[in-house]
């Protein structure tokens, strides 16, 4: 069983739009989330990380966290096309050296 | 800045033959990943080693060995290529403690079975 559950598996918006991404860990002793993104045919790329309960915001794109449910969103307002990509959620227990679970990811798609 | 560099781009290799990926970064980090990618999918840890001569099983390390010689450099081996398989090898490299840990991906390494 896939411990980082991510939803939807893909996802379209329009241009301009708002896309919104879902992540949850099974595992309780996870203490941190990292979203990642990747285009096609490139490397995953760290988009943002949290680590505390509550939101974080970069630019277009906001990060929420809730400890106690262990689930974690990425909201991205405004798409762009050059946002089509899969995320990756991912999980790591502390901060010190493990490799981190990842989700099976949210491909989206914005369409101008 | 650094960079991670992943030998070879593309592997193909025939059914039970040995094959290795080498990977080489210049951050100077410590700690070092592989991954493996199926179709456009989430990643799957396969071995990491947080200093030179360690190495760490992941939750795929069944069929694959490791070896980190140098603090540069990383190599993983598929011990006997299993037929019609077909996925990314990806290297990372990060470093080690602290509060954040970004892991940096190289480009892959691209492994056909045939």
């Known amino acids: 069983q896939q411990k980082v559950q991510q939803s939807p598996e893909s996802l379209i918006v329009p241009e301009g739009g708002m896309a919104s991404l879902n992540c949850t860990s099974s595992?309780?002793?996870?203490?941190y989330f990292w979203w990642y993104r990747q285009h096609s045919g490139k490397s995953p790329k760290m988009l943002m990380s949290i680590f505390s309960n509550g939101e974080k915001e970069e630019g277009r794109f906001t990060v929420h966290l809730n400890k106690a449910s262990l689930h974690t969103s990425l909201h991205i307002r405004d798409s762009q096309p050059s946002d089509s990509a899969l995320y990756l959620c991912a999980a790591s227990r502390n901060n010190y050296a493990q490799g981190l679970t990842f989700g099976l990811g949210t491909r989206v798609s914005v369409f101008p | 800045g650094g960079i991670i560099t992943q030998t070879p781009k593309f592997l193909i290799g025939q059914e039970g033959q040995k094959l290795t990926l080498k990977c080489q970064q210049n951050?100077?980090?410590?700690?070092m990943y592989w991954y493996r990618q199926d179709s456009g999918k989430g990643l799957r840890l396969i071995y990491y080693?947080?200093?030179?001569?360690?190495?760490q099983k992941g939750d795929l390390s069944e069929g694959y060995d490791a070896s980190r010689e140098k603090k540069s450099s990383f190599s993983l081996t598929v011990t006997s290529a299993q037929k019609n398989e077909m996925a990314v090898f990806l290297c990372a490299s990060s470093i080690s403690g602290g509060h954040s840990y970004e892991q940096y991906f190289g480009p892959g390494t691209r492994l056909t079975v045939l």
């Open positions: 080693s947080i200093t030179e001569n360690d190495l």
């Open positions: 595992d309780r002793n996870v203490d």
């Open positions: 951050f100077n980090h410590d700690t």
